[in-house]
């Protein structure tokens, strides 16, 4: 079919390439995914390719974030000769989870109808990283309720706290000992 055929002219992985061919398995979404390093060059091919093609690109919209560019093969390849910049491509089958890192710059097509559900994850090793990611959300005017998006001010506060209690504890525990 003509959807096969659209998965089978992408760069998969043997794997991949052996759940195309299985009966039992139905693919749903072609996905691809860029690594959040390579976000500022991204833009600038965005830019350059909307030059190219007449288009403008509004002052105050970030063209990955306002989502209306899919990159064909052809830019995708374009984007790699000229930039460097890597997709990863997946396939995801009935039934499948894809997880991203935050953050990351993806597109994905849907060639079923599907129910997309998105969880953010936030940790206190990775807080910087999603404060520059909280920074990028609010430059970005397609982007509603970014400040409580990630929560980083509610995640910086209970991390500190938890630090304070356990230095306290510490201190006690050492004046404990030096009493003794």
């Not at 998965?7 to 043997?14: A, K, Q």
């Not at 989502?67 to 039934?95: A, C, M, P």
Request: proline fraction near 3%; hydrophobic fraction near 35%; aromatic fraction near 8%.
């Amino acid at each position: 079919s003509g959807v096969l055929k659209k998965f089978e002219e992408e760069e998969l992985d043997e794997s991949l390439r052996k759940r195309l061919k299985d009966a039992n398995e139905v693919p749903g979404s072609l996905w691809h995914i860029y690594e959040t390093r390579d976000a500022d060059k991204i833009r600038e091919f965005l830019h350059k390719a909307a030059k190219e093609q007449c288009l403008e690109i509004l002052p105050d919209h970030d063209p990955i974030r306002d989502q209306n560019w899919y990159l064909s093969k052809k830019l995708r390849h374009s984007l790699l000769e000229d930039y460097g910049v890597k997709s990863y491509t997946i396939v995801q089958f009935l039934g499948d989870a894809v997880i991203l890192p935050a953050g990351a710059i993806y597109q994905v097509q849907n060639f079923h109808s599907c129910i997309q559900v998105t969880q953010d994850f936030v940790s206190p090793e990775h807080l910087v990283h999603s404060f520059h990611l909280t920074q990028e959300l609010r430059l970005s005017n397609e982007e509603t309720n970014y400040d409580d998006k990630l929560q980083v001010k509610n995640i910086l506060y209970h991390s500190v706290k938890e630090m304070v209690r356990a230095l306290k504890i510490h201190d006690e525990e050492m004046e404990e000992m030096d009493e003794s």
